[in-house]
């Protein structure tokens, strides 16, 4: 098996994949804005993605074993520490 190396989001300035999630703000459940930045020393752009979840492919999930758990969580900022 590989390696999975991260490629991140391609810097919208100068299209580099070599960048990084600082962090992400979570809007719904569904749906967050990622901030990324750009590692390439002569670039550094700092720009947002926005990041909502897609149709579901395949799950094992049944609905009456795995209740939705509730959203209570109070915390809605994740930091990544890449
Ligand atoms: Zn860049």
Do not use: W
């Not at 999975?4 to 459940?29: D, L």
């Not at 670039?43 to 492919?57: D, K, P, Q, S």
């Amino acid at each position: 098996m590989g390696v999975y190396k991260f490629r991140g989001h391609a810097c919208p300035m100068c299209n580099s994949g070599n960048t990084s999630i600082r962090t992400s703000n979570k809007i719904t459940p569904a749906y967050q804005v990622l901030y990324y930045d750009c590692n390439n020393e002569n670039c550094l752009t700092r720009f947002t993605a926005n990041l909502t979840t897609g149709h579901v492919i395949h799950t094992l999930f049944e609905e009456k074993a795995n209740p939705q758990p509730q959203e209570n969580s109070p915390e809605n900022q994740l930091a990544f520490n890449l």
